[in-house]
Protein backbone atom coordinates (compact mmCIF):
# COMPACT_ATOMS: atom_id res chain seq x y z
CA UNK A 1 0.00 0.00 0.00
CA UNK A 2 1.22 3.46 -0.85
CA UNK A 3 1.31 6.18 1.23
CA UNK A 4 0.42 9.64 0.48
CA UNK A 5 3.60 12.36 -0.38
CA UNK A 6 3.28 14.74 2.69
CA UNK A 7 2.94 18.44 2.04
CA UNK A 8 4.67 21.03 3.41
CA UNK A 9 2.28 23.18 4.76
CA UNK A 10 3.99 25.14 8.18
CA UNK A 11 7.06 26.49 6.87
CA UNK A 12 9.85 26.96 9.00
CA UNK A 13 10.05 30.62 9.78
CA UNK A 14 6.50 29.88 11.16
CA UNK A 15 6.86 27.12 12.80
CA UNK A 16 9.74 28.54 14.93
CA UNK A 17 7.78 31.92 15.17
CA UNK A 18 4.87 29.27 16.32
CA UNK A 19 7.23 27.55 19.24
CA UNK A 20 9.01 30.81 20.39
CA UNK A 21 5.68 32.66 20.23
CA UNK A 22 4.79 29.41 22.84
CA UNK A 23 8.09 30.17 25.20
CA UNK A 24 7.96 33.65 25.16
CA UNK A 25 4.23 34.00 26.46
CA UNK A 26 4.66 31.07 29.16
CA UNK A 27 7.70 32.52 30.42
CA UNK A 28 5.94 35.84 30.25
CA UNK A 29 2.95 35.24 31.88
CA UNK A 30 4.82 33.05 34.63
CA UNK A 31 7.28 35.41 35.41
CA UNK A 32 5.06 38.24 36.12
CA UNK A 33 6.12 40.73 38.89
CA UNK A 34 8.77 37.89 40.16
CA UNK A 35 11.64 38.38 37.68
CA UNK A 36 10.71 41.63 36.15
CA UNK A 37 13.92 42.07 33.64
CA UNK A 38 12.88 38.44 32.36
CA UNK A 39 9.40 39.40 32.28
CA UNK A 40 10.20 42.33 29.73
CA UNK A 41 12.44 40.66 27.37
CA UNK A 42 9.79 37.83 26.70
CA UNK A 43 7.58 40.41 26.29
CA UNK A 44 9.82 42.35 23.80
CA UNK A 45 9.96 39.15 22.19
CA UNK A 46 6.18 38.82 22.20
CA UNK A 47 6.18 41.96 20.48
CA UNK A 48 8.71 40.98 18.00
CA UNK A 49 7.47 37.86 16.73
CA UNK A 50 4.01 39.89 16.41
CA UNK A 51 5.26 42.10 14.11
CA UNK A 52 7.04 39.29 12.41
CA UNK A 53 3.81 37.51 11.90
CA UNK A 54 2.39 40.50 10.82
CA UNK A 55 5.28 40.96 7.85
CA UNK A 56 4.87 36.94 7.54
CA UNK A 57 1.10 36.99 7.06
CA UNK A 58 1.51 39.16 3.44
CA UNK A 59 5.03 37.24 2.22
CA UNK A 60 5.30 33.90 3.89
CA UNK A 61 4.49 30.85 2.29
CA UNK A 62 0.37 30.35 1.06
CA UNK A 63 -1.07 28.41 3.94
CA UNK A 64 0.52 31.65 6.22
CA UNK A 65 -0.54 34.44 3.91
CA UNK A 66 -3.48 35.89 5.74
CA UNK A 67 -5.61 36.30 2.37
CA UNK A 68 -5.55 32.64 2.34
CA UNK A 69 -6.95 31.77 5.20
CA UNK A 70 -9.09 34.96 6.27
CA UNK A 71 -12.73 34.67 6.62
CA UNK A 72 -16.02 36.10 7.72
CA UNK A 73 -17.26 35.31 11.43
CA UNK A 74 -20.05 33.93 9.75
CA UNK A 75 -18.00 30.83 8.16
CA UNK A 76 -16.08 30.15 11.26
CA UNK A 77 -19.38 29.76 13.49
CA UNK A 78 -20.38 27.79 10.27
CA UNK A 79 -17.65 25.81 10.84
CA UNK A 80 -17.86 25.07 14.66
CA UNK A 81 -21.69 24.24 13.92
CA UNK A 82 -19.57 21.68 11.48
CA UNK A 83 -17.50 20.38 14.05
CA UNK A 84 -19.85 19.54 16.93
CA UNK A 85 -21.99 18.06 14.29
CA UNK A 86 -18.83 15.78 13.69
CA UNK A 87 -18.19 16.85 9.66
CA UNK A 88 -15.82 19.18 9.54
CA UNK A 89 -14.12 19.35 6.38
CA UNK A 90 -10.69 18.75 6.55
CA UNK A 91 -7.80 21.57 5.18
CA UNK A 92 -4.20 21.80 4.83
CA UNK A 93 -4.11 25.08 5.84
CA UNK A 94 -6.03 26.67 9.04
CA UNK A 95 -9.64 26.25 9.04
CA UNK A 96 -12.00 28.47 9.77
CA UNK A 97 -12.26 28.31 12.92
CA UNK A 98 -8.16 28.07 12.87
CA UNK A 99 -8.69 31.53 11.18
CA UNK A 100 -10.54 33.25 13.56
CA UNK A 101 -8.67 31.83 16.46
CA UNK A 102 -4.97 33.21 14.88
CA UNK A 103 -6.64 36.81 14.81
CA UNK A 104 -8.18 36.65 18.64
CA UNK A 105 -4.88 35.62 19.63
CA UNK A 106 -2.83 38.07 17.71
CA UNK A 107 -4.78 40.76 19.04
CA UNK A 108 -4.83 39.95 22.48
CA UNK A 109 -1.64 38.81 22.13
CA UNK A 110 -0.47 43.02 20.64
CA UNK A 111 -2.81 44.31 23.42
CA UNK A 112 -0.99 42.21 25.70
CA UNK A 113 2.39 43.70 25.28
CA UNK A 114 1.67 47.25 24.13
CA UNK A 115 -0.33 47.79 27.56
CA UNK A 116 2.92 45.95 29.06
CA UNK A 117 4.57 48.92 27.49
CA UNK A 118 2.60 51.29 29.27
CA UNK A 119 2.15 49.64 32.45
CA UNK A 120 6.42 49.73 32.59
CA UNK A 121 6.34 52.87 31.59
CA UNK A 122 4.24 53.92 34.06
CA UNK A 123 6.00 52.14 37.30
CA UNK A 124 9.63 52.18 35.83
CA UNK A 125 9.89 54.88 33.16
CA UNK A 126 11.25 52.82 31.26
CA UNK A 127 10.92 51.05 27.33
CA UNK A 128 9.10 52.62 24.68
CA UNK A 129 6.48 53.97 26.62
CA UNK A 130 8.81 55.52 29.20
CA UNK A 131 7.45 59.01 29.57
CA UNK A 132 3.72 57.76 29.96
CA UNK A 133 4.44 58.82 34.14
CA UNK A 134 2.80 57.03 36.87
CA UNK A 135 -1.15 58.69 36.92
CA UNK A 136 -2.24 56.15 35.23
CA UNK A 137 -0.44 53.10 36.43
CA UNK A 138 -2.87 50.69 38.08
CA UNK A 139 -5.30 51.32 34.55
CA UNK A 140 -2.47 50.43 32.92
CA UNK A 141 -2.01 46.93 35.10
CA UNK A 142 -5.63 46.24 35.22
CA UNK A 143 -5.63 46.08 31.39
CA UNK A 144 -2.42 44.12 30.94
CA UNK A 145 -3.78 41.50 33.45
CA UNK A 146 -7.28 41.30 31.45
CA UNK A 147 -5.13 40.96 27.87
CA UNK A 148 -2.67 38.48 29.40
CA UNK A 149 -5.67 36.15 30.87
CA UNK A 150 -7.39 36.53 28.05
CA UNK A 151 -4.75 35.32 25.85
CA UNK A 152 -4.47 32.40 28.16
CA UNK A 153 -7.97 31.04 27.38
CA UNK A 154 -7.33 31.86 23.87
CA UNK A 155 -4.42 30.03 24.13
CA UNK A 156 -6.35 27.12 25.95
CA UNK A 157 -9.07 27.47 23.03
CA UNK A 158 -6.72 26.82 20.22
CA UNK A 159 -5.06 23.82 22.48
CA UNK A 160 -8.38 22.01 22.73
CA UNK A 161 -9.74 23.10 19.05
CA UNK A 162 -6.12 22.15 18.08
CA UNK A 163 -6.90 18.63 20.04
CA UNK A 164 -10.82 18.20 18.50
CA UNK A 165 -9.27 18.80 14.80
CA UNK A 166 -6.56 16.10 15.30
CA UNK A 167 -9.25 13.52 16.57
CA UNK A 168 -11.85 14.29 14.09
CA UNK A 169 -9.14 14.11 11.47
CA UNK A 170 -6.93 11.33 12.45
CA UNK A 171 -3.95 13.40 12.27
CA UNK A 172 -1.82 14.91 14.36
CA UNK A 173 -1.64 18.56 13.95
CA UNK A 174 0.64 19.70 17.23
CA UNK A 175 3.40 16.90 15.15
CA UNK A 176 2.54 19.10 12.13
CA UNK A 177 3.92 22.46 13.55
CA UNK A 178 7.05 20.39 14.79
CA UNK A 179 7.93 18.86 11.09
CA UNK A 180 5.29 21.32 8.88
CA UNK A 181 4.24 18.39 6.67
CA UNK A 182 0.43 17.05 6.24
CA UNK A 183 -1.35 14.07 4.39
CA UNK A 184 -2.69 15.75 1.34
CA UNK A 185 -6.64 16.34 1.23
CA UNK A 186 -8.37 13.78 0.28
CA UNK A 187 -9.82 13.86 -3.46
Request: proline share 4%; charged share 15%.
Amino acid sequence: MNTPALIKVWDLPLRIFHWLLVLGFAVAYLTEDDLLDLHVWAGYLVFGLLLFRLVWGFIGNPYARFGNFLCRPVTSFNYLKDIIALKAKRYLGHNPAGAAMIVLLLLSLLMTTLTGFAVYGADQAAGPLASIGPAHEKFWEEIHELFANLSVVLVLGHIAGVAVESFLHKENLARAMVHGNKKPLDE
